[in-house]
């Protein structure tokens, strides 16, 4: 009987640390998800500055932007690709130094 006893204490208690275990793991995966609405607010304005930069000149390119927005190389392609990628922006060249973009 008290076999029987502790066997059903240990699963219950077992099922109770999975759980919280569980719900934890759920809000620490929800936190990574979830957008930073500051870091899409400097994203949004660094677009709005590309596009304003592109109002009063033919092309543009990723050492340009990197120059204009003081952001790396990687981060300064993700913002022409997300211009192409809305239909404002044309990538003339393939890759390298030769890529330019125009207005769409």
Known sequence: ??????????????????LIFRSRARKMAERKLAPNQKQ???FETHLQSIIEYMRTHLEIDNARVEAMLQVSPSTAERYLDTLERRGLLVQMGKTGQSVVYRNA
């Open 1 to 18: 009987m008290k076999l029987l006893f502790g066997l059903i204490i240990g699963f219950i208690g077992g099922v109770i640390v999975v």
């Open 40 to 42: 899409t607010e400097i």
